[in-house]
């Protein structure tokens, strides 16, 4: 969070935190994208001392709705028979295999 955090509160930080993740994870983390980060960043900073609960709000509810557009489009990637699933089922087992030490062989590898 660095010094200029210092004002805010917990759930401040909480909410700041949250949303940042969910900005980096479902947006992206490219060069190109960095307009995303960089207004999050600047509005907190700007508004720091201003313990406006509206503001915090309308972020955590941001955060949510990112977070849930991302889930359900998977849900919906998941339910669709006819797509062909072969990589996300490689992504899948990798992260299985990942997960327990292992290296899947090279059939299953991109």
């Known amino acids: 969070m660095g010094s200029s955090f210092q004002g805010l509160n917990r759930t401040g930080k909480m909410v700041y935190r949250n949303l940042l993740k969910a900005v980096m994870k479902h947006i992206g983390k490219e060069e190109h994208k960095y307009h995303f980060t960089d207004f999050i960043k600047q509005e907190f900073r700007k508004n720091v001392n201003s313990e406006n609960p509206q503001k915090l709000k309308l972020a955590h509810d941001y955060t949510t ?27 899948v087992l990798g992260k299985s295999a990942a997960s327990v030490g292992l290296r899947l062989p090279d059939v299953y590898q991109s």
């Open 65 to 91: 709705y990112l977070n849930s557009v991302h889930h359900h489009k998977d849900l919906l990637f998941s339910y669709n028979i006819a797509v062909d699933r072969s990589e996300e089922m490689k992504r």
